[in-house]
């Protein structure tokens, strides 16, 4: 283990911490809402996993998971909802307004189920 180095800056020594590389990944819509939970609402958690390392892994697992939540669990809400083809070739409007309703939902969900563990 490296020994840990500070700068002084007036009266106080600041420990100069250096992050090793980090993929360039785009986290995704669920990632950073996850982001700003951990930020606003669980402040110690989201120091320890900058300081760790381990957000940005941990934003791209959480971002995936919900990805993979919202495919399973949309289609079913659709058969339940009776949202067909035939429904989307018959009245439009109707159509759009119950998949807009049906992915509130399921987002509302999965930011409970996914976003706030």
């Given at each position: 283990?490296?020994e840990?180095?500070?700068t002084r800056?007036?009266?106080?020594?600041?420990?100069?911490?250096k992050l090793s590389e980090?993929?360039?990944?785009?986290?995704g819509?669920?990632?950073?809402?996850r982001?700003r939970?951990?930020k606003?609402?669980?402040p110690?958690l989201?120091?320890?996993?900058?300081?760790?390392?381990?957000?940005?892994?941990h934003l791209?697992?959480?971002d995936?998971?919900?990805?993979?939540?919202?495919?399973a669990?949309?289609p079913?809400m659709m058969e339940a909802?009776g949202?067909?083809?035939e429904?989307k070739?018959?009245d439009?409007?109707?159509?759009?307004?119950?998949?807009?309703?049906l992915k509130a939902?399921?987002?509302?969900?999965?930011f409970?189920?996914?976003?706030m563990?």
């Open positions: 283990m490296s840990l180095t500070y800056c007036g009266d106080y020594y600041i420990p100069d911490l980090q993929p360039e990944a785009p986290i819509k669920y990632g950073r809402m982001q939970y951990l606003e609402y669980r110690g989201y120091s320890s996993l900058i300081l760790s390392e381990k957000l940005y892994p791209s697992e959480i995936r998971a919900a990805r993979e939540r919202m495919d669990m949309l079913r909802a949202v067909t083809e429904l070739s018959r439009p409007m109707r159509w759009v307004g119950l998949m807009n309703t939902q399921a987002e509302e969900v999965i409970q189920e996914i976003t563990i």
